[in-house]
């Protein structure tokens, strides 16, 4: 199994949108992943943000210190990323600025496969397969959706 | 602070905040203004590769390329940074979690100077010092009494 990269939205709509309990509860199971997970720097700081929004960027930055943990790397953002991003962005303006930097991360890195909450929020793009957070969790069945 | 023919020598870090909160403080015809006056007034200006995503997320596209044009180096921001900027979330609370990545990017750099807009968070956090905009009104007319004749 190659390695995948982990979108923070996995755990946010894991926790909104798929019933999968709480961020604890998640990242704790991708602890027991064999998968290789990777994430970059911008989605930790998107787990803190979050968590800032609502005024407990403390919680924010122990969750995000336990992801980091868990995952194999973190990537940095360089600005070859942005640049990439933009051509991302031409290419597909649906992608959301923040998931057209992380296609660029992934893509810099020759990762495959991307895990989010709900794979159809990336629209399918070249050479990624995105997939459910719930592929990741023990007991799961892969449900990818590759891009052309 | 070295000068060099009456320039800022040092590195100056560009934050988000002067095009992002700026446009919504003061008014939307500030930012490009003082981006302007940024580019104009001889700083060697550099700062993140996450700042510049802000930018290019929430700022229409001709602001987003002068806001990259006046930098002449983009930082890349790394997982030791973000350690370190929630060390100074630790240490230094009460700001957004975005003031602690980008002060973690410019010591990691050694940059102390940055314009930002009043509030952006960076006021205390040590090893930094935050340049007045209005600096940057009096440094660009002064270039330009010194040039002009």
Not at chain 1, 76 to 93: C, F, K, N
Not at chain 2, 80 to 93: K, M, N, T
Not at chain 2, 118 to 123: D, L, T, V, Y
Request: aromatic share 6%; hydrophobic share 40%.
């Amino acid at each position: 199994m190659g390695t995948a990269f982990l979108d923070p939205t996995a755990l946010v709509d894991g926790v909104t949108r798929l019933g999968l309990g709480r961020y604890e509860d998640i990242i704790r199971s991708l602890e027991e992943c064999p998968r290789p997970i990777v994430t970059d720097v911008y989605a930790l700081q998107q787990v803190v943000y979050r968590h800032h929004l609502v005024g407990d960027a403390d919680h924010g930055y122990h969750l995000a210190a336990r992801l980091k943990a868990v995952v194999e790397e973190v990537f940095s953002v360089t600005e070859r990323d942005l640049v990439l991003a933009r051509w991302i962005g031409e290419d597909d303006p649906r992608l959301e600025a923040r998931e057209r930097l992380h296609l660029a991360v992934i893509r810099r890195h020759s990762v495959g496969d991307l895990v989010t909450g709900v794979p159809e929020r990336y629209h399918a793009p070249r050479g990624v397969t995105c997939m459910s957070i719930r592929a990741l969790l023990p007991g799961s069945e892969p449900d990818g959706h590759r891009g052309g | 602070m070295t000068q060099r023919n009456g320039e800022i020598a040092a590195p100056v870090f560009i934050d988000s905040s002067l095009v992002l909160t700026a446009g919504a403080r003061i008014g939307q015809a500030f930012a490009p203004r003082v981006l302007e006056l940024a580019a104009r007034s001889g700083v060697s200006a550099v700062t993140d590769a996450v700042v510049v995503a802000e930018v290019q997320a929430f700022v229409p596209s001709p602001l987003a390329d002068l806001f990259r044009g006046i930098v002449e180096e983009i930082f890349e921001v790394t997982a030791g940074d973000w350690e370190s900027a929630r060390g100074l979330a630790r240490e230094f609370p009460g700001r957004s979690p975005r003031t602690y990545l980008h002060a973690a990017v410019m010591r990691r750099r050694k940059v102390e100077l940055l314009y930002a807009i009043n509030g952006a968070g960076f006021e205390g956090l040590p090893g930094l010092r935050q340049l007045p905009v209005a600096e940057l009104l009096r440094r660009s007319s002064d270039r330009h009494s010194d040039s002009g004749g």
